[in-house]
């Protein structure tokens, strides 16, 4: 079946340290987005690409980095400069921007926890 | 500025008791509205999208309508595994990114 595959489900990350969250779609899908939600902030845009070796800025890139250096996979670091990490990591993926405009495909998510 | 507010906050409902969601948006040139269903600790499940004022979808006790201000999404004699957070959210003329709202917790009783 095709979807999209986030892992890890839990990650712990220790003050000062770089951590990669993966992010794997088997959709053929051209789009990929990385949001953070938090509790009563809804979902909040850190990075989206459009095509490969393409992304752009989403609302709070700041900390966070990514590569796309194939279709199907965009991982997302979580770098030591963001200051407060913990949050539900969600990426999406959908066809490419155009009409009609499509909806988005979740994956389950990553909970990061700074310890 | 685009925007999306959903009402109510949090709604419970006992097992059978019909009752809707709201949706209102302010943006510039509606391409899209679309429904997601978010389970704890889970991704959101996309429902449904609409593209233009008086198109309506349905999907087992599920329907969702568009006026051109908000969207409705309707729950017909709901069960327990209604229950979750429904998120809407709308993508406009001017914006390639979506705008999604802070969704309605629903709880529906046995």
């Known amino acids: 079946d095709g979807g999209i595959t986030q892992s890890p489900k839990y990650l712990f990350r220790k003050e000062g340290q770089n951590v990669t969250l993966s992010c794997e779609q088997n959709?053929?899908?051209?789009?990929m987005y990385w949001y953070r939600q938090d509790p009563g902030q809804g979902l909040r845009l850190i990075y989206y690409?459009?095509?490969?070796?393409?992304?752009q800025k989403g609302d709070i890139a700041e900390g966070y980095s990514v590569s796309r250096e194939k279709k199907e996979s965009f991982p997302l670091t979580v770098t030591s400069a963001q200051k407060n990490p913990t949050a539900f990591y969600l990426c999406?993926?959908?066809?490419?921007?155009?009409?009609?405009?499509?909806?988005?495909?979740f994956g389950s998510g990553t909970r990061l926890t700074v310890v | 500025e685009d925007q999306v507010t959903q009402s109510p906050e949090a709604l419970r409902l006992q097992e059978g008791e019909s009752s809707s969601l709201n949706c209102s948006y302010t943006v510039s040139g509606l391409r899209g509205l679309f429904w997601y269903r978010q389970d704890p600790g889970k991704g959101p499940e996309f429902l449904f999208t609409?593209?233009?004022?008086?198109e309506e979808k349905e999907k087992e006790r599920l329907k969702a309508t568009l006026t051109k201000k908000e969207s409705f999404l309707h729950i017909t004699a709901p069960k327990p595994e209604d229950s979750a957070t429904y998120l809407c959210?709308?993508?406009?003329?001017?914006?390639?990114?979506?705008?999604w709202g802070l969704g309605t917790s629903l709880a529906v009783n046995p």
């Open positions: 609409l593209y233009s004022a008086g």
């Open positions: 959709l053929n899908h051209d789009a």
């Open positions: 999406a993926s959908s066809y490419r921007a155009g009409t009609p405009v499509y909806g988005y495909t």
């Open positions: 959210a709308v993508k406009g003329g001017n914006n390639r990114k979506l705008i």
């Open positions: 690409s459009q095509i490969v070796n393409d992304f």
